[in-house]
């Protein structure tokens, strides 16, 4: 059987801490060919942990080893990075979000359709066995046309201490844009991916631009800190549907909550834990799911359906085209706010 040749341009936590480790576990159809990092040490201490074979300093030399890559740098290289691998005739699995401005994820997917190469994105959560049930459910009309989402994406004093995380030139953003976008994304993959129309945004980071802050994940900065730590907003879609979003990385608040419900027509269900409510028989029902202990963790299945994309044997779960709606909504909220109006989209 033909095995994918994977490449990981950066070398850091996350691609060490997921990528790498289920590529491993999928050794009978995709190998690591070769690993590249600024940081050389990082590379090579990386290729060592996980017997990779080759190391490069520049990521375009990686390209020559290799049938795909996964980007695992700070969101600002993203598009940069995809646009050389795609050009080169390399698949592409990118980490989230996208890219940092619609204009960037536009170039990509026009890059990708251009060598025909494949485009994805790690919006890991649609991985997890909740969503599954969840997305099941929803295609089945098991709650019938569904009417508003609510998303909370809510840590209590867990803003990263380590990486760039805080940085806005490199990243971005905060909350919404290393946090929030997984719940985001979910919800408008259970949705079918409604078409935004109008974006209410707000913004906030004083409580970590205050000093003398207890923080869970180690320290940061308070004077240079300059991305938001909470996010609320309300997007409304062309078909009627609304979304209450709010996401934090240090919330006041009791404690961590990862929270995503759809109420329906017919009925209603939640996906962290997976629950479905629904009227019948005249009577009020709740219904849960046990999810099978062992279930392996969402990165693996994720990896899966990437390199099984790349070998012609699956559909992409994670398309292009509904990362960039994600971007979307994530810089018209940063725009609502920065304005202090809502955004209305084409």
Not at 73 to 92: C, M, R, S, Y
Request: aromatic share 8%; proline share 4%.
């Amino acid at each position: 059987m033909t095995r994918l040749k994977m490449g990981i341009i950066g070398a850091g936590g996350i691609a060490q801490g997921r990528h790498i480790p289920s590529f491993q576990q999928l050794e009978d159809s995709v190998v690591l060919t070769a690993v590249q990092d600024l940081n050389k040490d990082r590379a090579e201490e990386a290729a060592s942990l996980f017997d990779i074979p080759h190391v490069f300093e520049n990521y375009e030399d990686l390209f020559q080893k290799v049938d795909a890559v996964t980007i695992c740098t700070p969101n600002k290289f993203h598009a940069e990075i995809a646009i050389a691998a795609l050009n080169a005739g390399v698949h592409v699995l990118c980490e989230k979000p996208m890219a940092i401005t619609t204009e960037e994820c536009t170039r990509m997917i026009a890059a990708a359709k251009k060598n025909d190469r494949l485009l994805s994105i790690g919006y890991h959560y649609r991985f997890t066995p909740e969503a599954q049930l969840a997305k099941k459910a929803m295609d089945n009309q098991e709650i019938g046309d569904p009417l508003v989402t609510r998303v909370q994406a809510m840590r209590r004093r867990k803003v990263p201490g380590w990486g760039v995380f805080t940085n806005k030139d490199l990243q971005g953003g905060g909350s919404l844009i290393d946090f929030g976008c997984h719940l985001l994304d979910l919800a408008l993959w259970l949705l079918d991916d409604p078409k935004p129309v109008e974006v209410m945004g707000k913004t906030y980071d004083r409580l970590s631009k205050t000093p003398g802050q207890v923080n869970d994940w180690g320290a940061f900065d308070h004077e240079t800190f300059d991305v938001d730590d909470h996010v609320t907003s309300y997007i409304t879609f062309d078909n009627g549907l609304s979304l209450q979003f709010e996401c934090s990385w240090a919330a006041n608040i009791k404690d961590d909550d990862t929270k995503l419900s759809i109420s329906g027509v017919d009925g209603g269900l939640s996906v962290y834990p997976f629950e479905l409510y629904q009227a019948k028989y005249g009577a009020l029902w709740d219904s849960s799911a046990k999810i099978r202990e062992g279930e392996p963790k969402p990165g693996l299945y994720q990896a899966k359906n990437f390199v099984d994309s790349c070998l012609g044997q699956d559909e992409l779960i994670v398309k292009p085209e509904q990362a960039l709606q994600v971007t979307k909504l994530m810089e018209a909220i940063y725009l609502s706010s920065e304005t202090g109006t809502s955004v209305k989209l084409d």
